[in-house]
Protein backbone atom coordinates (compact mmCIF):
# COMPACT_ATOMS: atom_id res chain seq x y z
CA UNK A 1 0.00 0.00 0.00
CA UNK A 2 1.01 3.39 -0.99
CA UNK A 3 2.44 5.82 2.11
CA UNK A 4 -0.81 8.09 1.00
CA UNK A 5 -3.81 6.95 -0.76
CA UNK A 6 -6.07 9.02 -1.46
CA UNK A 7 -9.58 7.84 -2.67
CA UNK A 8 -12.39 9.35 -4.10
CA UNK A 9 -11.89 12.80 -1.76
CA UNK A 10 -14.82 15.24 -2.08
CA UNK A 11 -14.34 18.51 -0.24
CA UNK A 12 -17.04 21.47 -0.56
CA UNK A 13 -17.41 24.80 0.79
CA UNK A 14 -20.90 24.88 2.06
CA UNK A 15 -21.81 29.11 0.88
CA UNK A 16 -24.84 31.23 0.91
CA UNK A 17 -25.16 30.59 -2.71
CA UNK A 18 -24.64 26.79 -2.44
CA UNK A 19 -21.68 24.48 -1.98
CA UNK A 20 -18.91 25.03 -4.19
CA UNK A 21 -17.64 22.28 -5.28
CA UNK A 22 -13.93 22.68 -5.44
CA UNK A 23 -12.62 18.77 -5.38
CA UNK A 24 -15.29 16.17 -6.52
CA UNK A 25 -13.64 12.36 -6.89
CA UNK A 26 -10.07 13.40 -6.72
CA UNK A 27 -7.74 10.24 -6.40
CA UNK A 28 -4.38 9.45 -6.12
CA UNK A 29 -1.08 8.12 -4.16
CA UNK A 30 2.01 8.75 -3.01
CA UNK A 31 4.73 6.92 -1.90
CA UNK A 32 8.17 6.89 0.40
CA UNK A 33 10.96 8.95 -2.21
CA UNK A 34 8.56 9.88 -4.71
CA UNK A 35 7.07 13.71 -5.15
CA UNK A 36 4.10 14.21 -7.29
CA UNK A 37 3.19 17.58 -8.82
CA UNK A 38 -0.75 18.69 -8.89
CA UNK A 39 -0.66 20.82 -11.35
CA UNK A 40 -3.98 23.32 -12.82
CA UNK A 41 -4.90 26.85 -13.66
CA UNK A 42 -5.23 28.61 -10.05
CA UNK A 43 -9.16 27.98 -8.54
CA UNK A 44 -8.87 24.22 -9.86
CA UNK A 45 -8.74 22.91 -6.10
CA UNK A 46 -5.26 22.19 -5.93
CA UNK A 47 -4.87 24.01 -2.62
CA UNK A 48 -7.95 22.13 -1.15
CA UNK A 49 -6.61 19.29 -1.81
CA UNK A 50 -3.95 19.96 0.21
CA UNK A 51 -5.75 21.44 2.77
CA UNK A 52 -7.87 18.64 2.61
CA UNK A 53 -5.07 16.11 3.64
CA UNK A 54 -4.34 18.21 6.82
CA UNK A 55 -7.70 19.06 7.67
CA UNK A 56 -7.08 22.67 8.12
CA UNK A 57 -9.87 24.01 5.40
CA UNK A 58 -11.06 27.51 6.44
CA UNK A 59 -14.75 28.52 7.33
CA UNK A 60 -17.36 26.54 5.21
CA UNK A 61 -14.97 24.01 4.07
CA UNK A 62 -16.12 20.23 4.61
CA UNK A 63 -14.68 17.25 3.20
CA UNK A 64 -18.06 15.40 1.89
CA UNK A 65 -16.66 12.08 1.06
CA UNK A 66 -13.32 9.60 -0.22
CA UNK A 67 -11.05 8.57 2.15
CA UNK A 68 -7.18 10.42 2.60
CA UNK A 69 -5.36 7.36 3.53
CA UNK A 70 -2.13 7.95 5.30
CA UNK A 71 -0.22 5.26 6.63
CA UNK A 72 -3.07 2.69 6.67
CA UNK A 73 -5.20 5.04 8.72
CA UNK A 74 -7.93 7.18 7.26
CA UNK A 75 -7.52 10.96 7.75
CA UNK A 76 -11.15 12.07 7.41
CA UNK A 77 -12.01 9.62 10.40
CA UNK A 78 -9.44 10.87 12.86
CA UNK A 79 -10.71 13.80 15.13
CA UNK A 80 -9.02 17.05 16.08
CA UNK A 81 -6.57 15.78 18.97
CA UNK A 82 -5.43 12.85 16.67
CA UNK A 83 -4.74 14.85 13.41
CA UNK A 84 -2.52 17.25 15.76
CA UNK A 85 -0.26 13.82 15.82
CA UNK A 86 -0.37 13.99 11.95
CA UNK A 87 0.26 17.28 11.38
CA UNK A 88 4.20 18.48 11.26
CA UNK A 89 5.13 14.71 12.43
CA UNK A 90 3.20 13.02 9.84
CA UNK A 91 2.02 15.47 7.28
CA UNK A 92 4.02 18.87 7.08
CA UNK A 93 3.31 21.97 4.58
CA UNK A 94 4.99 24.79 3.61
CA UNK A 95 2.30 27.30 2.48
CA UNK A 96 2.09 29.81 -0.72
CA UNK A 97 3.68 32.84 -0.10
CA UNK A 98 5.23 31.42 2.75
CA UNK A 99 8.02 33.91 2.66
CA UNK A 100 6.34 36.02 5.04
CA UNK A 101 5.05 33.71 7.39
CA UNK A 102 8.26 34.53 9.78
CA UNK A 103 7.25 36.40 12.73
CA UNK A 104 9.41 40.15 11.43
CA UNK A 105 10.32 40.91 15.42
CA UNK A 106 11.16 36.69 16.88
CA UNK A 107 14.85 35.41 15.31
CA UNK A 108 14.44 32.92 13.03
CA UNK A 109 15.79 29.84 14.93
CA UNK A 110 13.17 31.21 17.79
CA UNK A 111 10.31 30.43 15.82
CA UNK A 112 11.97 26.69 14.22
CA UNK A 113 12.67 25.74 17.94
CA UNK A 114 9.02 26.74 19.51
CA UNK A 115 7.03 24.81 16.37
CA UNK A 116 9.64 21.63 17.58
CA UNK A 117 7.97 22.44 21.33
CA UNK A 118 4.50 22.70 20.40
CA UNK A 119 4.62 19.30 18.06
CA UNK A 120 7.22 17.61 20.70
CA UNK A 121 6.60 18.70 24.05
CA UNK A 122 8.70 16.54 25.40
CA UNK A 123 11.98 17.96 23.47
CA UNK A 124 13.95 20.03 25.70
CA UNK A 125 14.84 23.33 24.32
CA UNK A 126 18.74 22.77 24.48
CA UNK A 127 17.76 19.86 22.11
CA UNK A 128 15.06 21.38 19.76
CA UNK A 129 18.20 24.29 19.41
CA UNK A 130 20.77 21.66 18.15
CA UNK A 131 18.36 20.18 15.73
CA UNK A 132 17.52 23.98 14.65
CA UNK A 133 21.10 24.27 13.59
CA UNK A 134 21.04 21.03 11.79
CA UNK A 135 18.06 21.23 9.65
CA UNK A 136 19.19 25.25 8.79
CA UNK A 137 22.40 22.78 7.47
CA UNK A 138 20.22 20.93 5.49
CA UNK A 139 19.08 23.53 3.67
CA UNK A 140 21.74 25.33 3.08
CA UNK A 141 22.34 28.45 5.49
CA UNK A 142 25.28 28.34 8.20
CA UNK A 143 23.83 27.10 11.48
CA UNK A 144 24.69 30.24 13.42
CA UNK A 145 22.14 32.33 11.31
CA UNK A 146 19.24 31.25 13.71
CA UNK A 147 20.29 34.47 15.23
CA UNK A 148 19.36 36.43 12.65
CA UNK A 149 15.61 37.75 12.32
CA UNK A 150 13.57 37.46 8.99
CA UNK A 151 14.61 40.70 7.56
CA UNK A 152 18.29 39.54 7.41
CA UNK A 153 17.57 36.67 5.26
CA UNK A 154 17.37 37.10 1.50
CA UNK A 155 13.45 35.85 -0.24
CA UNK A 156 15.32 32.39 -1.03
CA UNK A 157 16.97 31.81 2.08
CA UNK A 158 13.77 33.02 4.10
CA UNK A 159 12.25 30.13 1.78
CA UNK A 160 14.76 27.86 2.85
CA UNK A 161 14.03 28.26 6.63
CA UNK A 162 10.65 27.86 5.89
CA UNK A 163 11.47 24.42 4.64
CA UNK A 164 13.65 24.18 7.40
CA UNK A 165 10.80 24.43 9.88
CA UNK A 166 8.31 22.05 7.61
CA UNK A 167 11.14 19.24 8.53
CA UNK A 168 11.12 20.33 12.12
CA UNK A 169 9.23 17.46 13.24
CA UNK A 170 10.87 14.99 10.83
CA UNK A 171 7.50 14.50 8.53
CA UNK A 172 6.83 11.34 6.43
CA UNK A 173 5.35 13.48 4.13
CA UNK A 174 5.77 17.37 2.48
CA UNK A 175 3.38 19.32 0.82
CA UNK A 176 4.55 22.15 -1.15
CA UNK A 177 2.01 25.28 -2.51
CA UNK A 178 3.70 26.95 -5.12
CA UNK A 179 7.23 27.14 -3.70
CA UNK A 180 9.02 29.18 -6.40
CA UNK A 181 6.43 31.88 -6.55
CA UNK A 182 7.90 35.85 -5.95
CA UNK A 183 11.31 34.23 -6.22
CA UNK A 184 13.50 35.11 -9.19
CA UNK A 185 14.40 32.20 -11.27
CA UNK A 186 17.73 31.49 -10.24
CA UNK A 187 16.66 31.70 -6.55
CA UNK A 188 13.53 29.46 -7.33
CA UNK A 189 15.70 27.28 -9.41
CA UNK A 190 17.84 26.74 -6.40
CA UNK A 191 15.03 25.86 -4.02
CA UNK A 192 13.91 23.26 -6.30
CA UNK A 193 17.22 21.36 -6.22
CA UNK A 194 17.09 21.90 -2.90
CA UNK A 195 13.19 19.75 -2.78
CA UNK A 196 14.70 17.40 -4.75
CA UNK A 197 17.87 16.32 -3.08
CA UNK A 198 16.28 16.84 0.03
CA UNK A 199 13.52 13.71 -1.47
CA UNK A 200 16.27 12.03 -2.22
CA UNK A 201 18.33 12.16 0.74
CA UNK A 202 15.34 12.02 3.31
CA UNK A 203 13.57 9.52 1.57
CA UNK A 204 10.41 12.23 1.85
CA UNK A 205 7.51 11.60 -0.11
CA UNK A 206 6.50 15.26 -1.41
CA UNK A 207 3.31 17.36 -3.39
CA UNK A 208 4.65 19.62 -5.40
CA UNK A 209 1.34 22.37 -6.56
CA UNK A 210 2.14 24.56 -9.11
CA UNK A 211 0.14 26.17 -12.10
CA UNK A 212 4.27 26.52 -13.53
CA UNK A 213 4.14 22.58 -15.48
CA UNK A 214 8.25 23.73 -15.91
CA UNK A 215 8.72 23.47 -12.25
CA UNK A 216 6.76 20.76 -12.30
CA UNK A 217 8.81 18.85 -14.85
CA UNK A 218 11.90 19.33 -13.20
CA UNK A 219 11.42 17.90 -9.87
CA UNK A 220 8.71 15.13 -9.78
CA UNK A 221 8.71 11.84 -11.02
CA UNK A 222 4.20 11.91 -11.59
CA UNK A 223 2.14 14.12 -12.17
CA UNK A 224 -1.93 15.06 -11.52
CA UNK A 225 -3.21 17.48 -13.92
CA UNK A 226 -6.40 19.45 -12.05
CA UNK A 227 -9.42 21.10 -13.84
CA UNK A 228 -12.63 22.51 -12.27
CA UNK A 229 -12.27 19.81 -8.75
CA UNK A 230 -11.02 16.87 -10.60
CA UNK A 231 -8.02 15.17 -11.90
CA UNK A 232 -8.18 15.01 -16.10
CA UNK A 233 -5.05 13.20 -16.25
CA UNK A 234 -2.41 11.50 -14.22
CA UNK A 235 0.68 9.22 -14.84
CA UNK A 236 4.51 9.48 -15.12
CA UNK A 237 5.89 12.78 -16.07
CA UNK A 238 8.10 11.77 -19.18
CA UNK A 239 5.00 10.51 -21.26
CA UNK A 240 2.09 12.97 -20.11
CA UNK A 241 5.02 15.59 -21.00
CA UNK A 242 5.88 13.85 -24.51
CA UNK A 243 2.06 13.12 -25.59
CA UNK A 244 -0.52 14.64 -23.79
CA UNK A 245 -3.93 13.03 -24.39
CA UNK A 246 -6.42 15.47 -22.35
CA UNK A 247 -7.28 18.54 -24.35
CA UNK A 248 -6.85 20.20 -21.37
CA UNK A 249 -3.17 19.32 -20.85
CA UNK A 250 -2.43 19.65 -24.15
CA UNK A 251 -3.51 23.33 -24.18
CA UNK A 252 -1.87 23.65 -20.52
CA UNK A 253 1.50 22.58 -22.06
CA UNK A 254 0.87 24.40 -25.56
CA UNK A 255 0.43 27.46 -22.87
CA UNK A 256 4.67 27.16 -21.84
CA UNK A 257 7.38 27.75 -23.76
CA UNK A 258 10.26 25.15 -24.19
CA UNK A 259 13.69 26.09 -24.52
CA UNK A 260 14.58 22.41 -25.73
CA UNK A 261 11.95 22.18 -28.41
CA UNK A 262 11.69 23.48 -31.36
CA UNK A 263 10.40 26.96 -31.52
CA UNK A 264 6.73 27.34 -31.89
CA UNK A 265 3.81 29.92 -31.40
CA UNK A 266 2.19 29.40 -27.98
CA UNK A 267 -1.09 29.12 -27.58
CA UNK A 268 -3.91 29.63 -24.93
CA UNK A 269 -6.68 27.99 -23.85
CA UNK A 270 -9.83 30.37 -24.71
CA UNK A 271 -12.55 31.22 -22.28
CA UNK A 272 -12.27 30.88 -18.27
CA UNK A 273 -12.42 28.23 -15.75
CA UNK A 274 -15.86 27.77 -14.75
CA UNK A 275 -17.46 28.73 -11.65
CA UNK A 276 -17.77 25.90 -9.03
CA UNK A 277 -21.04 26.53 -7.55
CA UNK A 278 -22.38 25.77 -10.83
CA UNK A 279 -19.56 23.58 -12.54
CA UNK A 280 -20.47 22.54 -16.40
CA UNK A 281 -22.64 19.31 -16.68
CA UNK A 282 -20.45 16.29 -17.71
CA UNK A 283 -17.23 16.84 -18.90
CA UNK A 284 -16.48 19.74 -17.14
CA UNK A 285 -13.99 21.05 -19.65
CA UNK A 286 -16.61 20.93 -22.50
CA UNK A 287 -17.28 24.33 -22.52
CA UNK A 288 -13.77 25.51 -23.77
CA UNK A 289 -12.58 22.52 -25.37
CA UNK A 290 -11.53 22.36 -29.26
CA UNK A 291 -12.62 18.73 -29.68
CA UNK A 292 -16.36 18.75 -27.98
CA UNK A 293 -18.75 16.08 -29.14
CA UNK A 294 -22.84 15.68 -28.13
CA UNK A 295 -21.50 13.46 -25.35
CA UNK A 296 -19.25 15.32 -23.62
CA UNK A 297 -22.20 17.39 -22.47
CA UNK A 298 -24.28 14.64 -21.81
CA UNK A 299 -21.63 12.02 -19.51
CA UNK A 300 -19.26 12.51 -17.57
CA UNK A 301 -15.89 11.15 -18.73
CA UNK A 302 -14.34 8.69 -16.21
CA UNK A 303 -10.45 8.35 -15.65
CA UNK A 304 -9.50 5.67 -18.09
CA UNK A 305 -6.00 3.67 -18.45
CA UNK A 306 -4.34 4.74 -21.22
CA UNK A 307 -1.06 3.17 -21.40
CA UNK A 308 1.08 4.51 -18.48
CA UNK A 309 -1.39 6.89 -17.42
CA UNK A 310 -5.22 7.49 -16.34
CA UNK A 311 -6.89 10.39 -18.90
CA UNK A 312 -10.85 11.46 -18.65
CA UNK A 313 -11.75 12.05 -21.78
CA UNK A 314 -14.38 10.53 -24.25
CA UNK A 315 -11.99 10.94 -26.87
CA UNK A 316 -9.19 8.39 -25.09
CA UNK A 317 -12.20 6.16 -24.41
CA UNK A 318 -12.72 5.66 -27.96
CA UNK A 319 -9.22 5.45 -29.51
FE1 LIG B 1 -13.09 17.60 -24.72
FE2 LIG B 1 -15.07 15.86 -24.67
FE3 LIG B 1 -12.66 15.13 -23.89
FE4 LIG B 1 -14.13 16.78 -22.40
S1 LIG B 1 -14.57 14.65 -22.87
S2 LIG B 1 -11.98 16.99 -22.88
S3 LIG B 1 -15.15 17.97 -23.98
S4 LIG B 1 -13.26 15.76 -25.94
Redesign the pocket.
Known amino acids: MAMLDVQDLTTHYLTMRGPVRAVDDVSFQVDKGEMMGLAGESGCGKTTVALSLLKILPQGGKIMGGKILFKGDDLVELNEKQMREIRWKGISIVFQGAMNAFNPVYKVGDQIVEAISVHESKVKKEEARKRVGKLLETVGIEPSRADNYPHEFSGGMRQRALIAMALACNPDLLIADEPGTALDVIVQAQVLRLMRELKERLNLAMIMISHDLSIISETCDKIAIMYAGKI?EQGDISSIYKEPL???TQGLIGAFPSIRAEKRRMTSIPGFPPDLLNPPP?????P??????D???KEE?KLVKAGKRYV?????KKA
Not at 282 to 286: D, N, S, T, V, Y
Open positions: VHPYACRFHRCPYVMICKPACHLV
